[in-house]
């Protein structure tokens, strides 16, 4: 399959230099030393409200040669873990591959939920929007999309191992990005969202993805992309990674002034 983009205009810009100089308008000025990250936690709205705290994220960290993109399924198309498993993301002047093998890997592996499925990508941001901004800092990398919906914890923990097993049995490790793809808090004063995002943002920190799990559902927390990040920290936690960093945290208000109805946005790095 040839993904088109469905979010280009809207998101981000047309065009490869668009793209870059809105990203260079950020005036993010990447560190010296990169973190040797295992995952991420990006937000995944417009570029204008929350591209300088994905960028800022994904500045800070080494790019490896596979990325694996998680994001929370907003259209209702499609599996409930649905994997592209083939043919490349076009963003008309560059494109990004699926790396075919491990997408296939992980759907392969014994209990895994996932399926081949491209439904539920067609009109999907969530996973999109990320790559601009990662061509953006490497042009030579692999991707495996998926798209889940919302599961139980057990179904999370199905998915975390399949997509370990499958990352181990391709000696693929220490070469692998993991990105959680979500947005925090959805329209409550910058306030209240800082509250409710604060309780998220400390298991992410703690590396407890049980404990996001069920935090974000008892303080109803409007996190889109909790399970994404849920399994993230389980295939980094099984990976014997133990390190976490907040890179930075912003809201909706923050580019449009207006605080009274916001949503929240934070880059958290995993290694």
Known sequence: MIRKPAAMGYFYPEGLNNINNLIYSFGVVPPKEKINAFGIVSPHAGYVYSGKTAYAGFSSIDIKNNIIIIGPNHTGMGAGYSVMDNGKYDFKDFSVPINAELAGAIIEDAGSPFVSDEFAHLKEHSVEVQMPL????????????????????????????????????????DDVL???????????????????????????????????YEKVRENDITMCGFIPAAIMLNVAKMAGRTKSKLIGYTNSGDASGDYSSVVGYSSIVIY
């Open 134 to 173: 990662l061509y953006n800092l490497k042009k030579d990398f692999k991707i495996v999309p998926i798209v889940v919906s919302f599961i139980s914890y057990g179904d999370v923990l199905n998915a975390s191992k399949a997509i370990y097993n499958a990352l181990r049995e391709l000696n693929l490790l």
């Open 178 to 212: 993991i990105v959680a793809s979500s947005d925090m808090t959805h329209y409550e004063t910058a306030e209240s969202a800082k509250l409710k995002d604060d309780i998220a943002i400390r298991e992410i920190l703690d590396l407890n993805p049980r404990g996001l």
